[in-house]
């Protein structure tokens, strides 16, 4: 497979965090759209920080397209770059990796992906994953289609090619109706900027209105950031059509009950965004104070691991009266890696992100509040760190059930072994961290906090929650005959 | 004066808070030192974003050095550049940038300085402003002296090169006892790390140990990077040299009582520094607890300006019982300026690094707490954002006194008439930046909160606190014949 | 149509010579044929210089390739680029620009381009033009294929692609069949490096031998850098497939008496290449003494314009007697373009590359010799740099007949009009320049060069001399189509 | 010292020619001068490729410089660059390298040196080399200067900082007083553009004229590529002072008897310019033309080694009457150094510049013609790739006498041990070079050649000639106490 080297920003945490896939953004209607683009790329790259794209059209240049490795700040942000992006039509893609390419991205693989036909242009740009692109794929090669990169998306651009529609979205439509997974995907042909979800809804979509024109967002926050309307959430297995006529919509699948994933509100989305009708933020204040309903502790100071845990920190805190403090202090300029210097220094990858507050973690019952625990490679860290300190308990509070099971539907996750809950009881981690005490909040803890008042409905969830369930909504034709999930089938 | 282009980092911020000039680092007594010293001025990047420099020493390959624009982990993380700085004795350096440059600081600006003397080679790196620096440049040049910089620091160099004393730590004090102003230099020799700190001790200096090795450090935050252990503070008016012989201390200079800088309790040192004896969180915790008892209003939310507001809100949070909430959250991959695409658009600096939690302020009525105020632009635009996002009233609680004069002791400031309160009283600032009501925390509360129980004492404070108070404990010569204080001498 | 800003080199003479469109190089059973194929383009680097890309396969990694703008030496040198190329399989590609693009190439039009198909990968890499591409890439865009480039030669990918035949060499034949046009195209499969001529031969291509394996390339001074020995050449029609079990011949296409090119002898190919069994720089030699004979002038020195019309200066000089001498010297280091001071200065782009030497040429009646005419800009400022150094006559001795017609096979000329010998006579141009007299050698003249003693047969020629005759050996469709020769066509 | 890493472009040959260390170029009256010194520089590239720099004075933005690694086409050429170098009074300078550093330059040590004295600023730029510069730097130092560079030449900066004249023009003229050796300067304050030459007039220094402005430049070639018209060369021992008041001439030193390097003749300058009032390329011919007469012999051809040897071989065929041919072809892309593949390729350095002319070469009597041997490294390579090629015979003839004596006045040379001709007679270097004849032209033809038609007077010699003749005319005082002479002194 083609593939070249990039340079590839690693952080300390980065293997032991469920990480997005992708964030997608598109704006029609408004002068130099690719400007508006970036900044909401920008406002997205906690989605993913791997690589960005962006293309653009216009009645003069055609489309015209640039990616890049690395930050959307870094490459976006150049007046000789954007000035290759005019048009009142774009749309772009930030992009984590993909399941396949071990740690290295061509470029090629960066989306949007492009594809000339016969009724003109159509860029595309997917958040999420296709459960049968490895079986399509092969299918679209013997027909004579060459693949130009080694993502799963690319299927959808020659599933287009090769429909007999008259129209490029209802080609759209065809194609979408061939795979299977999750898909939000944003699409631009000359005149039209198009949004779709799948049919349950796996990935978040949202519809905003800028001026006379219209934009698509994977999150509410970037629609805060070009100073866009939001107008509705795109709704499960709806496509909508912007263009200079307005807005058009149809529900082109089989409907089916939504179950939009719920690791968006536990951590994915950004906590100043409004997914599903609901405050991010609030819902993970609300995981604090049911885990302090649920796993109460005697303690002194209740600390977030920073950031993502700090609502629930704070949540915490409100419920248990014990006092919120920032015991942990992160770098703001964390980047690249540093050389280490020797051996005697341990954790330093840790160290150059996080640092203790020491003078203030001397001597006290520590509670520390995270989001999750993946691999626990961090959580072990951080104990130690807390009492190198001088804390005189450790005890954890994480704001997420544990994650057991990997994710097909656009999250990067671990091999199903390095998943410390996939072979773990509560007790056996709590033993293997060493701390002093450990408690996850409970699936129905997190659906209170998501608003559900009475907790999970068994028989018809409301979300999706495979990682911790491993009820997996659409069946991963392709992982389970490559046997990603061997260990589930037992 | 020779200068050359270079890239500029802006922050939409950035001309709204008062910038620490520099940070020091220092390593002597284990291998490959400069790594060390790469660490501890990333730790220490937050006084000085716009260039950085090492100097290593080896028997072999005697003194090399590399300075570089930008921040350190985007430079001193690279392998083909840290293996051009070999040796077990090494001292760095990161600025902001100097008074007399406007925006454009030359290569040969960026310290550490080296001469080559009869005696060996010597490096120096000074946090701080010599207030005496152009009459002395002047002196020398027409002595013969070539500077090869800008900045005010070379002066150090030559004074040491043109000593009668014979060891360069006898050369370093002549020089030293020569210059006005504050200072906290770290200098290196062959074979000795020196450190010295001016007799009111106004910019820090601490010491620590690492193995068989010592090091100097601006703040205890940089030992903990690198596991060091934090010893003591270099002494106001010390001279420490650390060797292979252990550590020596010396008082050169006439004794005075000692007056550092209380703006470093409240900005410019990292909160998990530990400063004076005290807690930097702790101190800007108690600052929030002081201004809640002197400012106390009525509402339901404390919400910091982030990052440097969060300790006085959570002081202020638990004083008055008012919920603590994230208000604003703050965009983690803030880079470059975009590209900003309309004029529909404003205030797109600060949507760029901040945004509202549009869901949670929505009709409230929120407290906002900031570290300080300086021009007020920024205070104004945050104000704007969260009315516009639907808060009932906003009501602005400031961690330090007005800030009313300019500080010439290694602090950029802003010509005095841009500072909002040199121009303005409290409720003229209240009217301007249009809020339901503004405090700034008393001269008194500060020092309360800085452990001075009694409140500030007029007649021999315990701090320079100039800024506040425009009483400078360095008569600033060649700034009041430049009329910087124009306004101040009326 | 998708495309990128990219640097380019231009040169002062760049619009006056015909460009050759590309050079290939191919490498079969030796290790890290990549690092080979790098020097065999190097030597082709005349053949191209605005883009080199190679291909490289191993049976662990697979194909990888990499694509530059610049030259090989600039990119291809570099150790960690290199590596990602690992493989005793390899072929490359240098290019100048593609017909249909203006000056901007993107990076996808750098050649080779790759396939992943059903048989497994195949990556080509085409010297030549396809004179029906446009028609072809119609057809198959409007079958469902999806082009990433705007190069005429990725239609020779889609037709293997949906080619039925059960081996890709069978594949590659069909393909070829289908196009028309001038093609020396060389393939790699995971086995086999594969070379194939059009039946016509017009673009070169010769065969090597390398220790145990075989090479490709355009010319046989390639073959010389990496120590290769030449073999023979491929021979027009043929298609010759290298692998572990040696040599295979074939013919797949219709037998059509040779044409190759005869302005690879007058001044694409190298001059220390042999081609069609020849010395080039004899040839070239040989062109200088028809030259002599066919155009005596009284003159006191011969100079050649370097460095292409050196060896029919030297011929020239032998043949009449009048000494040789460099009159105008080359500025080895030529490069990007200067910023040309003021207004003062006219022709620095010429002076950048050339100087007149001065002290030799004063008082002399000279003769300058060159190798083609294309739009005679840069002949009329050499002219003026030899008259203002003092020169009392200036005669041009051409070696090549009048260029009057634009070339359809691989290589760029400008539209029939700005082509000085399409509007003038030999008289009208000599008056146009301004120059004492200016003679071109005649098509019988060069033939009898190229070693065809009683000159060229009007019936049957033995070359392609379409830029000199209009006599175009395949007609050019889309190109009539297009109205490229409406001139021709009156 | 302080150093840094840098790229560094070899060249094969690189260590088989000796190489003159530096060019210089002044431009002064005219707007936007530092455009005219980079074109200038790029026309005396030659005589050093390793780093150039420009420094520019302008009365708004003072003196600004550049300095860059490279060639001068790769850096000033960028508008981004040139436009931080304004105004009308400006002077540059490439440079090979020093003979202190291996290999390693530092940026600091690329000339123009600049000083801000008393009396305003002034920059230098040196072409030669200071013999007594070493105990020059050590009493500086001893009294308080503070060197930046490792260079020689920043001697003459500090000499002038510490002479107490009252103008600067007065001070230079102090300063060069002090030093030995050769030297031709370029220096720039606010007003003024001054050339020196030291008494011997060892390197060369002209002046011209360019509009209202005047020009001062190494060689005449320089002149040319601006169109400046060559006025006359500065005199041996004059200091030229161009300001806007027009010239001024004086004489500094001590009369003496000029020694001009007979080296620049036979290699250093380039052939188009005008040397002692002589064309170099005409000398170099006649050199040939000697060679033919002293050391005749029976052959086919006659080929240069290219491009240096090209007028010696053209002057030797028109003596002899054997024809002259271009038997070796240059590759005009040459650049950094290739991954050489495996060891079965031998000389693939050679190779990357080189290729033989095969068809030609074969079963031929060759005489090759050098300008020089050095190592003699090179002469090997090119007689094996010329033997391989099916020579019958391989016949060197050398354009100057045999290099036996390092060169102390601004040349790199190798060690003496590692000069062929230090250690071997002619007879034995034939032996080693394995060719059938090896000839030198003799001192006396070389000065013939040069228009000194008695030949050389050895009481007297018209040139500085000690590489060929070990007779300084300046003492080598620190050269001698290091020991480089160890065998000359026996």
Redesign the interface.
Known sequence: ?????KPFLSHPFDDDKLKEECGVFGVIG???AA??V??GL??L??RG?EAGGI?AYDAEH?????RRFG????N??K????E?LPGSNSIGHVRYSTSGSKGQTAIRDVQPF?????LGGCAIAHNGNLTNAESLR?EL????????SSSDSECI??LI??SYQSTLPERLKDALRRVEGAFSVIAQTRTKLIGVRDALGVRPLVLGKL?DGWVLSSET?AL????AEFIREVEPGEMIIASANGIESSYPFEKAKPRPCIFEHVYFS???S?LGG??V??TRRRIGVELAKEAPVEADLVCPVP?SG??AA?GFS?ESGI????GI?R????????????E??RN?GV??KL??????IKGKRVILVDDSVVRGTTSRKIKEMILDAGAAEVHFRIASPPTAWPCFYGVDTPQREKLLAATMSEEEMRHHLEVASLKFVTLDGLYRACGVETGRDKASPAYCDACFSGEYPVKPVDQIENGFLMKAAE
């Open positions: 497979m083609l593939s070249q080297t408004v002068q130099d400007n508006f970036a900044l920008h406002a790259q906690h920080q293309v055609g489309f015209n397209s640039a930050y959307v700040r870094d976006f942000t007046a000789s770059l954007m290759t492009f594809g000339e036909f016969s092969k090669i013997s027909r004579g289609s060459i693949f130009q651009i020659h090619a090769r001026a926050c805060d950031i070009i100073g950004r906590p100043d409004i609901q405050s933020y609030e950031d700090t609502p704070i409100q006092p919120y403090a920032m202090i770098n703001q300029y964390m980047g690249r890696t540093f050389i280490e210097p020797t005697q220094i330093m160290r150059l640092n203790v507050n020491r003078a203030l």
